[in-house]
């Protein structure tokens, strides 16, 4: 409960930071000037308690947008957008290293995915338990048990994905093709989807 407070204060606070100060918050991703969060409390006062001030330009300087920002270099920017300070060689190279580190777990996440899908579709085939699962192919019970329902609700997830992968294709009026490549989408990805989503709809329409 406390972790999912502490999430919901620095979205409110990320809120609040877009709507009060726009040419930092509010568009491009920009580097910002050292001493920021002295300058939020300053100019905000009561209206943000520091800790929660910290904790939201804690959790942006930790996004890959903002990072980038970092690694492209340049300036750094106050509250109203002006220049103030440069990103230092030093911050740029950290920012680059910090990118690798979340590409290579991005990588090995997907990868971890990619195993409990293939695990998934086995245990299905194979007609089992859990129990009788695990028992025959010598594995832990609670860790097929954990595996199981964890690569359930990521099959999920991707279906929901599809879902309204097809949604944003059917309302922008684009083809396949001009979709994929405006939105940055797979091509293979984006028919997968409407194959998947062609299906589900074959399958909810009553035959005659």
């Not at 939020?40 to 943000?48: E, K, R, S, T």
């Not at 338990?129 to 028992?135: I, L």
Request: net charge positive; hydrophobic share 40%; glycine share 8%.
């Amino acid at each position: 409960m406390a972790g999912a407070t502490k999430t919901s204060l620095i979205k409110s606070t990320r809120r609040a930071l877009k709507e009060r100060y726009p040419a930092v918050f509010g568009g491009k991703w920009r580097p910002l000037c050292v001493g920021v969060v002295d300058m939020l409390v300053a100019d905000m006062g009561a209206d943000a308690p520091r800790r929660d001030l910290h904790r939201a330009i804690a959790a942006r300087a930790g996004k890959l947008e903002y990072l980038t920002a970092v690694a492209g270099g340049g300036p750094r920017y106050d509250l109203q957008g002006n220049e103030r300070g440069h990103v230092t060689a030093h911050e740029q190279e950290y920012a680059k290293q910090r990118l690798a580190q979340m590409e290579q777990a991005r990588l090995r996440a997907g990868e971890e995915v990619v195993r409990r899908a293939i695990f998934l579709k086995a245990f299905e085939k194979s007609g089992l338990s859990t129990a009788s699962y695990a028992s025959v192919n010598g594995l832990d019970y609670d860790r097929v048990q954990s595996e199981y329902h964890r690569a359930l609700r990521e099959r999920e997830q991707r279906r929901e994905e599809r879902k309204q992968l097809v949604v944003k294709l059917e309302a922008s009026g684009l083809s396949l093709e001009e979709f994929a490549k405006r939105k940055n989408v797979r091509l293979a990805k984006l028919r997968k989807a409407v194959d998947y989503v062609a299906s589900l709809r074959a399958t909810a329409t009553p035959t005659a």
